[in-house]
T-cell receptor
Framework: DAKTTQPNSMESNEEEPVHLPCNHS???????IHWYRQLPSQGPEYVIH???SNVNNRMASLAIAEDRKSSTLILHRATLRDAAVYYC???????????FGKGTLLTVNP | EAGVTQFPSHSVIEKGQTVTLRCDPI?????LYWYRRVMGKEIKFLLH????????ESGMPNNRFLAERTGGTYSTLKVQPAELEDSGVYFC???????????????FGSGTRLTVV
């Protein structure tokens, strides 16, 4: 499985934007970039995914570098409920498994 | 729509006993997956069902673990006999279609926290 690299932790203030980076220099042409998050005592939750173009949904935006070797998850206005571990995962094609790394622990300060 | 339901939410058993975890996927989701996180480690894939068939069980740690999905609806994961290292959180997830390159992701349950003492 292609690997991703994320910072261990990040901190943000409430109502400010948060940019969570992910490096995936060995990404293949068929790999989608997925983001999941895990809130305390809950299962992972799907956030967003994309292939080449930037993506927006009600939860977040995903900005993908032109060479696809990195991406950034953008939370436009962080809330306390966004405090979670965020996972950047590569998968796609016939590879249906999610390979979780350590993720980024996001702390949101009031 | 109802989400993925897992029960029990917590289970404490003695080493050597048997435990059965249950997962009810979202109705209509043919694909069902089991994952687990053991203490201090990352979440790991265990196996994947497509309807009632095991598509991939490469992540199952050993033959003490048995997963079933009779009728292609709910699934059970039985651990027999349980060992101390089986302690962790077991997650179930479901999706409508094989593969992740579509406009939705997996839906996970809240997990079953298993403690073997």
């Amino acid at each position: 499985d292609a690997k991703t690299t994320q910072p261990n932790s990040m901190e943000s203030n409430e109502e400010e934007p948060v940019h969570l980076p992910c490096n995936h220099s060995t990404i293949s042409g068929t790999d989608y970039i997925h983001w999941y998050r895990q809130l305390p005592s809950q299962g992972p939750e799907y956030v967003i995914h994309g292939l080449t173009s930037n993506v927006n949904n009600r939860m977040a935006s995903l900005a993908i570098a032109e060479d696809r070797k990195s991406s950034t998850l953008i939370l436009h206005r962080a809330t306390l409920r966004d405090a979670a571990v965020y996972y950047c995962i590569l998968s796609g094609g016939s590879n249906y498994k999610l390979t979780f790394g350590k993720g980024t622990l996001l702390t949101v300060n009031p | 729509e109802a989400g993925v339901t897992q029960f029990p939410s917590h289970s404490v058993i003695e080493k050597g006993q048997t435990v059965t975890l249950r997962c009810d996927p979202i109705s209509g989701h043919d694909n069902l997956y089991w994952y687990r996180r053991v203490m201090g480690k990352e979440i790991k894939f265990l196996l994947h069902f497509v309807k009632e068939s095991k598509q991939d069980e490469s992540g199952m740690p050993n033959n003490r673990f048995l997963a079933e999905r009779t009728g292609g609806t709910y699934s059970t994961l039985k651990v027999q006999p349980a060992e101390l290292e089986d302690s962790g959180v077991y997650f179930c997830a479901s999706s409508q279609r094989l593969g992740l390159g579509v406009n939705y992701g997996y839906t996970f349950g809240s997990g079953t926290r298993l403690t073997v003492v």
